[in-house]
């Protein structure tokens, strides 16, 4: 027997503007059983071979500084550089299109110990990173060039992050890239059809529906969304309208401290592993204009789906037609609620 929300269908994610597919009926299916394979975190506090701890040297040449807090420095291995004077030679055909691209990418260490994560670092430990995040920002907007601010880290080797050490990315562009700019329109069409922003309408309905709410405190809201594409995909959002980290106050930075913490600690619980994901914060535009549109925020994408080992591939219709899931956002948030917010492996 079927319910109307346990059978096919498609919602709309307003933020993209795209659809993602769900079928809750295939987590009914025969399947095989969970792996077992619990990843246990590394107890080494420091690795001489490590290219982010402390002290030690990186490809390259430098030397890291005995840092005892957060240390950001330029990517040694840079996917984009500040001058990148002359594109490609013009193609006859305008099918054939490029551009010049200028940006500064650089690695932000989150605290010296490498066997930590966010999810293990307290509130108090986190509290710089988020200072950090938003000097970074400041910063970046001020060289006049930078038009967009990606902000994001990928979590374990499944999300092909190459060292556990705890550290994130900051990627600068002279352009802004396709998700940003995808939201960018969104909020701006909802912005100019309904004289409100998008984000705070879509926090309403979420609390007024409750279901896929996670947790909340008394400055960020974590919960499925709606239009979730990875299995236990969440959003972070501020609760206050605002579009950028430099406008956060000092108790809402604590405030997004906090949300992080217990965020992680959740989804380490959840499966008791080191759990993978890629997270980062989509905010303002720094291309010199006003974003009245835009909402504070910040997405997980984590990939595992059963248990520390089963992940999500997007493959076959996925690659082809569209995103697709089973379990539903819904069932997602139950699942999370349900975790405690002590982590199941704690600091010695
Ligand atoms: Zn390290
Ligand atoms: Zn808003
Ligand atoms: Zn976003």
Redesign the pocket.
């Known amino acids: 027997m079927e319910n109307k929300g346990q059978s096919p269908h498609r919602r709309w994610n307003p933020l993209r503007q795209s659809w993602v597919l769900v079928s809750p009926h295939r987590t009914q299916r025969p399947w095989q059983g969970e792996v077992g394979q619990k990843a246990a975190p590394s107890g080494i506090a420091?690795?001489p071979k490590?290219?982010?701890?402390p002290g030690?040297s990186r490809a390259g040449g430098a030397v890291n500084p005995a840092y005892e807090s957060i240390f950001s420095f330029v990517n040694d291995y840079s996917a984009l550089l500040p001058d990148s004077a002359a594109g490609p030679e013009a193609q006859a055909s305008p099918l054939l299109r490029s551009e010049p691209a200028r940006g500064l990418c650089k690695v932000l260490c989150y605290h010296p110990d490498?066997s930590l994560t966010l999810a293990r670092m307290t509130r108090q430990e986190i509290r710089p990173v988020v200072d950090a995040w938003t000097r970074e920002y400041e910063d970046l907007k001020a060289l006049g060039w930078i038009e967009y601010v990606q902000i994001f880290e990928n979590r374990g080797a499944m999300m092909g992050a190459s060292?556990?050490?705890p550290h994130g990315q900051i990627w600068s562009t002279g352009f802004i890239p396709d998700e940003p700019a995808a939201e960018t329109k969104a909020q701006g069409d909802h912005l100019a059809r309904a004289g409100r922003c998008l984000l705070c309408d879509y926090a309403a309905a979420e609390r007024a529906a409750t279901q896929r709410i996670v947790f909340e405190n008394e400055h960020f809201m974590a919960l499925v969304p709606f239009w979730a594409v990875w299995p236990f995909e969440v959003l972070l959002l501020s609760r206050r309208h605002l579009g950028a980290l430099p406008a956060l106050t000092g108790d809402e930075r604590d405030g997004l401290a906090d949300a992080l913490q217990r965020l992680t600690t959740r989804f380490d619980n959840l499966f008791e592993t080191s759990f993978p994901y890629t997270m980062g914060f989509h905010q303002a535009p720094t291309d010199g204009k006003a974003h009245p549109e835009w909402h504070f925020h910040a997405h997980f994408y984590p990939p595992l789906l059963r248990s520390a080992t089963v992940r999500k591939f997007m493959v076959g219709f996925e690659m082809l037609g569209m995103p697709q899931r089973d379990i539903t956002p819904e069932t997602a948030a139950e699942r999370l609620r349900a975790c405690s917010e002590a982590h199941f492996w704690p600091r010695i």
């Open positions: 420091y690795d490590c290219y982010l701890c030690n490498h060292n556990p050490h």
